[in-house]
């Protein structure tokens, strides 16, 4: 079964440190990209990063750059998503999502050209509270 499994959300104080993963399962074909999304209550999903597996070329939303950082480890077939300097704009559940376009840099942030096999993941929860 082709699937994105994503762990390690959870609640951090504001200020603090979390590392979430997407763990890559099943795909016959490999996706070229993972994308991080977020939505926050009320809000529509925005795209944080893109990460090019193949060159680990990256593009990240400009209201997180310097604060979140994406990793892959390719013998786990996972990516991360590390974020820092939390604030309480930074409460959402968060999604990767497998693409096999590819991305570029956009408007700010990125955008990607969609295909019918982007899968989604099962979203994880972070909320910044003290």
């Known amino acids: 079964q082709e699937e994105l499994v994503e762990s390690g959300g959870g609640t951090v104080q504001p200020g603090g440190s979390l590392r979430i993963s997407c763990e890559i399962r099943?795909?016959?074909?490999?996706?070229?990209?993972i994308g991080w999304f977020r939505q926050a209550p009320g809000k529509q999903r925005e795209g944080i990063s893109c990460?090019?597996?193949?060159?680990?070329?990256?593009y990240y939303l400009d209201s997180v750059k310097g604060r979140f950082a994406v990793s892959t480890d390719k013998t786990k077939n996972t990516v991360y998503l590390q974020m820092n300097s939390q604030t309480p704009e930074d409460t959402a559940v968060y999604y990767c999502?497998?693409?096999?376009?590819?991305?570029?840099?956009?408007?700010?942030?990125?955008?990607?050209?969609?295909?019918?096999?982007?899968?989604w993941g099962q979203g994880t929860q972070v909320t910044v509270s003290s």
């Open positions: 999502r497998a693409i096999f376009g590819t991305c570029r840099e956009y408007d700010g942030a990125f955008s990607y050209s969609e295909t019918p096999y982007d899968t």
């Open positions: 099943g795909f016959t074909e490999e996706p070229r990209a």
């Open positions: 990460v090019h597996r193949e060159d680990e070329s990256t």
